[in-house]
């Protein structure tokens, strides 16, 4: 019960800061939307952000994970209020390696067989999210699931699921146009 009054706060919060916005929008595919998630408005509002990172927060032990991960961009803002609230580390993961100094492509400490939860702003078919576990794996950590403030419901739950990863959202489409 707790959880979904912290849910109705957050769709709350979501839809008056127009941060889910409804209408006719072109998505970055091209593709034709009714509704817009502009997750960028949410991770620049401090109050927001530490929503979010507060629900994460709330559904993570330092017994459960040993560091906390975001891809760049949008998830950074999120990993970093999660590790605050938890204690536990934080890893940014880039979208590519970067072409000068150490050339890594995780920043933080990774070290062999961490417990690593994944962290997003909005997934729709979890692209990004299996990139940033495939990162996470392919430099020795163990992604334990992945958690996502938005989830449009377009397939990202499913394909997720396919590599044995549990995507755990904050919010879905279901959610908000049910509001």
Known sequence: MYMDELKRNLLKLLTTHQVIQFGKFTLASG???DYYVDMKKAITDPGILGEIGQMMAGKIT???ADKIAGPALGAVPIATAVSLATGIPMLMIRKSRKGYG?????????EEG????????VTTTGNSLLKAVEAVEDNGGVVIRALV???RE?????NLQKKGIKLEPLVTKSDFQGA
């Open 149 to 151: 403030a938005v989830d």
């Open 31 to 33: 593709r034709e939307s």
């Open 62 to 64: 330092r017994e459960d």
């Open 102 to 110: 150490t050339s890594k492509l995780i920043e933080g400490d990774l």
């Open 114 to 121: 961490d417990r690593v939860v994944v962290v997003e702003d």
């Open 154 to 158: 377009e397939g990202a739950r499913e």
